[in-house]
């Protein structure tokens, strides 16, 4: 090894020790997560406390309808759907699935290569619901997400069209919307069978069918009550519910953003550990 690649080794090794020497001191204790040698600095977004979910009413939009923008933080699955959606027991997987999802490992998964994230998906950045209006009233509701998995968003048309008879699966699928009250729901079909619902590789078919109930429970929280239907993945529809809170206003504007994050851009920790980009494992 010549002396400049020493020189280099020696300088990022020195940067990574201040880097975690800082992080120690500006996170939470077992932030850090490690993966197959590779080191996540995850210290998730600043969100409302507890103590102020109820400081201030429910904010609604200027047609009435309860104001669900956020952004929120959370509100969705990261290593287990069925465990982090609340549901008692094993998933019913048909065999062919569970036995797919026990084989699967990781860092595999399309989301580690700057993929999108299927629906009732999370990770520690903000998402919000951004609502779209023209002459005839709400159009479009739009989720998108901090993290912008490769510049993709979730289009739900709440413009009263149906759901149409020649869908071609996309990773994001055809989402229609409508109120209940105070409540938005969610009806989506269309996906493609590429993504994964979590890290543990459970996984889906193109017969997948979702449902969600967004509700606004108070300030600082929104919970999403979801149905999955799967007839060729699952035995039956699994319910599974998840809680998101609002990600915490600057102190000096009043509002809480979303930044930009580009995914293969930003992806340092892959460079950091060997790992290629897009490639979904270490070389």
Request: charged share 20%; aromatic share 10%.
């Amino acid at each position: 090894m010549n002396k400049l690649a020493c020189a280099c080794l020696g300088f990022a090794a020195s940067l990574l020790a201040l880097s975690l020497a800082l992080h120690a001191q500006q996170t939470p204790a077992g932030s850090l997560t490690v993966e197959n040698g590779v080191g996540f600095i995850n210290p998730g977004s600043p969100v409302v406390p507890e103590s102020e979910f109820n400081s201030r009413p429910i904010p609604r939009l200027p047609d009435g309808h309860v104001d669900l923008t956020g952004p929120w933080v959370g509100g969705g699955t990261v290593e287990d759907i069925g465990r982090d959606g609340g549901f008692q027991g094993e998933l019913p997987l048909l065999p062919w699935a569970r036995e797919l999802r026990d084989r699967r490992r990781r860092q595999d998964e399309p989301y580690t290569r700057c993929l999108p994230m299927g629906p009732l998906r999370s990770n520690p950045y903000p998402w919000t619901l951004t609502a779209a209006y023209t002459s005839k009233g709400l159009t479009h509701i739009y989720r998108l997400h901090e993290l912008g998995d490769a510049g993709n968003h979730r289009v739900i048309y709440m413009d009263g069209r149906k759901h149409p008879e020649d869908l071609i699966p996309t990773w994001t699928g055809h989402s229609i919307g409508w109120f209940e009250g105070d409540r938005l729901i969610v009806d989506a079909v269309g996906f493609n069978d590429k993504w994964w619902f979590d890290r543990r590789g459970t996984p889906h078919t193109e017969q997948l069918h979702v449902i969600e109930r967004y509700t606004r429970l108070n300030y600082g929280q929104i919970r999403n009550n979801a149905t999955i239907e799967d007839p060729g993945a699952f035995s039956r529809p699994v319910d599974l519910t998840f809680t998101a809170r609002l990600l915490r206003p600057d102190p000096r504007t009043g509002v809480g953003d979303l930044i930009e994050f580009i995914c293969n851009e930003n992806n340092q920790y892959g460079s950091a550990a060997n790992f290629q980009p897009g490639a979904g494992e270490a070389k």
